[in-house]
């Protein structure tokens, strides 16, 4: 639990970081890494190649 909120709140920085220096791949790494944190935690997503698979879609 304490490993999502951490990854939840270092995307989060990443997002405001990429918003702040207008940098489209930084916001779209934390925004995907927001999904795939957010997926994980509500049990949507339970194996690595699930994951692989969505981070290769949201490319």
């Known amino acids: 639990m304490i ?7 270092l995307s989060v920085v990443l997002l405001l970081i ?3 220096l ?3 791949q930084m916001i779209r790494w934390a925004i995907t ?6 997926l994980v935690s509500s049990n949507l ?3 690595v190649e699930a994951t ?3 981070t ?3 490319k």
């Open 3 to 9: 490993d999502m909120w951490a990854t939840l709140t």
């Open 18 to 20: 990429g918003v702040y």
């Open 22 to 24: 207008r940098d489209r």
């Open 33 to 38: 890494i927001i999904v795939i944190a957010i």
């Open 45 to 47: 997503l339970t194996n």
């Open 52 to 54: 692989l698979d969505l």
């Open 56 to 58: 290769a879609l949201l």
